[in-house]
């Protein structure tokens, strides 16, 4: 034998015990222990030794007595589990549809009766046992004790005729009970459904391959009819609020008695078929849906709304649609409403006309339709912003489709730019007398909230300016501060080269001011004309020279003015010319009628029409075409001044035939007889405050000129820098570039690219240099 023979390791024998006593015997220790094991099961066991059944298990087990011992146990589990499910399972049967409730209760109280005496046994069992789960069992892969009581609780009480589908009903029924509104005895359920998940087929729990799926689609069912049902019978609010507490009910039943695997599975259920189905219908309920509820400021079931409707997929989607159509409808509203009044105002006016005597009226294009359009658009979207912080948590999306919503319908408005001009000009003028600065930058910074939607800012930025220049040169600015922060604001908005021209409009009144205290100074040094003047010079570029086409015929009193003070300032600044643009200007004279004299405050054309009657008898007329001929003012600003004059709320002159209209063949006399409290009188010119068709359209010819040079200019500096691109490339980045001011048409820079540029044909017929 070799030495390594010698080492090989030697396999460890059991050794047998030796006999003391008695010889064993297979019959008389299985009687034994079959005996007490059915005493554990009667629950017995109190009177019976741990260590005596052990070496019974043991004895039979060591003298190959395994199989024995384990298919003798399985009969016996067996047996007791139809035992007690024949005295306790099947007598609990309900009997009649109206005792389900309750006999379905009774019924999940004696499984886990069942149960609970079963798993009791088989621990002790297992206990007394665990010498055959570690020397035969395991070995022969079978199953441990409690292993194999498990399996023969499936099959011997759950798989038993037709238990499992009583059981599985008696639940469903419970959980439809308590779905009813019924009080159920929620730990009667649990206590059954935790049997269902501890017990397992080819690795699922009974629970999920028995009772889940059948669970899942009676709910299914259920919320199906309810939807329907809730959709007939609840307004908005009330559907809203039944389905949250759906949700909240079905979540407490998953925390309590249910699988926690479930409630996801339930929720989205309730997602599928009691929610998604009606989400277009319940937001859009007659007398109830979401725009009521807006209305009505219901901000707790706003706020219901949109929890639900961002926790299914296509929610948000139908809310952010129902709050665009939403905003959209009630734009219209505001926009239908501000041109309905300027209809209203014209038929107004042309019935008054066609009357012919009583007081002067107001203009057909006021300020209130501006004034009134910006402020309902506020009120809006201060309405809508409420909506979207209070109750849609400032959702990004939301707001998104907001914006969508009120620029769209901002710009339906094809009055809107003019329409914020306005307003601002309103607020400037008097609207922010008294006010806070706080409450200035309030109102400012809602200006410039309509002010982002407004897509044509050139036309905006037209009007703002032409506004602006009437404030500047009449001096009626409330504040030259809250003129400044509104100028900061559109320079943050839009960029410097936006508020380039205006900021130099500023800068010339400043200059102005600075230049007319060294002009006084240089009158002082010498013989002054009679009539003093105060001059704003203004640089042509900065200022919208709309009136440069009026001319007058200036009194020579006046006259020697204007010439005092421009040989002044072109001795000082040699190379420049000025213009003078009479139908800006503005004059205080002194006027004395029967009763007293008074100071009034006219335009410079109502003064030199004035001056006409200055040395006139009183009783002597002049005819229109008197002072046309006079004055050599046209026509429009005549009329317009002579209104102001004779048909105003200050009626210095008296108009023959009385009427509101001037017409060519009126006559006019100063009106001796005048009287008024006020010893200060401004007589405003009649004018209109939003433009007429007629002078839109003539805005609107200017602007798209003024567009053509931006778009080449646009063009040109494209070009500068990238050198070479694709015709398609340049009419993209130059809409690009340019959609900061207004929309271009892509037909309109294609238009000026063949002005700017000279085709070169490269074999594609698509590059431009």
Known sequence: MSASASRRPQKKQIKVPKKYGPEFSVDNTWAQLSNNIREIQHNNAHNLSFEENHRYGYNMVLNRQGNTLYNGLKDLVREHLKELADANIFPAFPVSE??????????????????????????????????????FVKPNGLLETWDLGLDLFIKNIIKRDRIQGVLITAILNQVRYEREGFPVNQAAVQSCIDVFLRLRIDDITVYKRELEPVLLEQTKAFYQAEGKTLVQSCDAPQFLKKVERRFEEEDSRAHHYLASSTAPAIRQILKDHLLTPHLSEVIAMPGSGLDIMIDTDKIKELKRLYRLYNSVPTGLTVLRKALKDSISRRGKVINDHTLGADAVEAVDQGEADSKGKGKAKAPVNSLTPATEWVQRVLELKDRFDHVWKDACKSDHDVEVAMNEAFESFI????????????????????????????????VLDKTITVFRYVTEKDVFERYYKSHLSKRL?????????????????????????????????????????????????HLAKTTPPEVAINVTVMTSTYW??????????????LTKSCQSFEQFYLSRHSGRRLTWQY????AEVKTRFKARTHDLNVSTFALVILLLFEDLPESEILTYSDIKEATSIVDNELKRHLQSLACGKFKVLKKHPPSREISDDDSFSFNNEFTSSMQKIKIATVSSKVETAQERQETRDRIDEERKHQIDACIVRIMKDRKHMTH?????????????????????????????????RCPSYAFFN
């Open 583 to 586: 139908g800006l200007g503005n």
């Open 98 to 135: 109206e005792q389900q409730t309750h006999e379905g209760e009774m019924l999940l109280k004696a499984l886990r009766k069942v149960w609970d005496d079963h798993t009791s046994s088989m621990i002790k069992i297992g206990q007394i046992l665990k010498y055959m789960d570690r020397v």
């Open 728 to 760: 398609i490339d340049l009419v993209n980045e130059a809409i690009r570039q340019l959609t900061s001011r207004f929309n271009p048409e892509p037909v309109l820079i294609k238009r000026r690219i063949e002005n700017l540029i000279e085709v070169c």
């Open 544 to 557: 919208p020279m709309t009136h440069s086409s009026s001319p007058c015929h200036i009194p020579t009193l």
């Open 411 to 442: 710009n339906l408005n094809d009055k809107c730019s003019e329409f914020l001009s306005l307003f601002i000009d309103d607020h400037l003028r008097r609207g922010l007398k008294g006010k806070t600065d706080t409450e200035i930058a309030a």
């Open 473 to 521: 040169l009449q001096s009626r600015s409330v504040s030259e501060d809250a003129e400044r922060e509104m100028l900061s604001r559109l320079k943050v908005e839009c960029g410097y080269q936006f508020t380039q021209k205006l900021e130099g409009m500023f800068n010339d009144i400043r200059l102005s001011a600075e230049a007319m205290e060294i002009y006084q100074t």
